[in-house]
């Protein structure tokens, strides 16, 4: 059986966006925009592991270039996107198959748990996508740096 796991693409930005019907719903300057997949078995402790991990990783740049800084540590910005497609499986034809993200209901209460997480971990607010919706997210890597972290697999 396949281990499935509360997943995180991380992606250092120098700003970033997420657009919904033509309306800008929120907006960051330098620091972290996260895509959040959430999984059916994805639970409270799996919220808690990745907000603490990803207040803490040190992928921002020190006077000597070297990647020694959290996002704490800047003072940089946070925007989550709930994206379910980070679930996809391509194992059997072309049509990607999503059947191991979580349901609506639990995926939009996982989002939630770890967004606010995120505030406490880092003591500030998170920018946030519209769950559900179809969004146009805009953004300038820094780097570029692009992280995923899987929890079951916590790397």
Same mark, same amino acid.
């Given at each position: 059986?396949?281990? !499935? +796991?509360?997943?995180?693409?991380? *992606?250092?930005?120098?700003? &970033?966006?997420?657009?919904?019907? %033509?309306? =800008?719903?929120?907006?960051?300057?330098?620091?972290?925009?996260?895509?959040?997949?959430?999984?059916?078995?994805?639970?409270?402790?799996?919220?808690?592991?990745?907000?603490?991990? !990803? +207040?803490?990783?040190?992928?921002? *740049?020190?006077?000597?270039? &070297?990647?020694?800084?959290?996002? %704490?540590? =800047?003072?940089?910005?946070?925007?989550?996107?709930?994206?379910?497609?980070?679930?996809?499986?391509?194992?059997k034809g072309n049509r990607p198959?999503?059947?191991?993200?979580?349901?609506?209901?639990?995926?939009?209460?996982?989002?939630?748990?770890?967004?606010?997480?995120?505030?406490?971990?880092?003591?500030?607010?998170?920018?946030?996508?519209?769950?559900?919706?179809?969004?146009?997210?805009?953004?300038?890597?820094?780097?570029?740096?692009?992280?995923?972290?899987?929890?079951?697999?916590?790397?």
């Open positions: 059986m396949q281990t !499935i +796991a509360m997943r995180a693409v991380i *992606q250092r930005v120098l700003r &970033a966006s997420v657009e919904v019907e %033509q309306k =800008i719903v929120s907006r960051i300057d330098q620091g972290l925009l996260i895509l959040l997949g959430v999984e059916s078995t994805d639970v409270r402790e799996d919220v808690v592991w990745l907000a603490s991990k !990803i +207040a803490r990783l040190r992928i921002f *740049q020190d006077d000597s270039g &070297a990647m020694n800084h959290s996002v %704490q540590d =800047i003072g940089g910005d946070l925007l989550v996107v709930s994206q379910f497609t980070l679930f996809a499986s391509t194992r198959s999503f059947i191991a993200a979580a349901a609506p209901e639990l995926a939009l209460q996982r989002y939630e748990e770890f967004c606010q997480q995120l505030e406490t971990e880092t003591s500030q607010p998170v920018g946030r996508g519209i769950f559900g919706e179809h969004m146009k997210i805009d953004l300038l890597n820094d780097g570029p740096v692009t992280i995923c972290i899987d929890t079951k697999r916590k790397e």
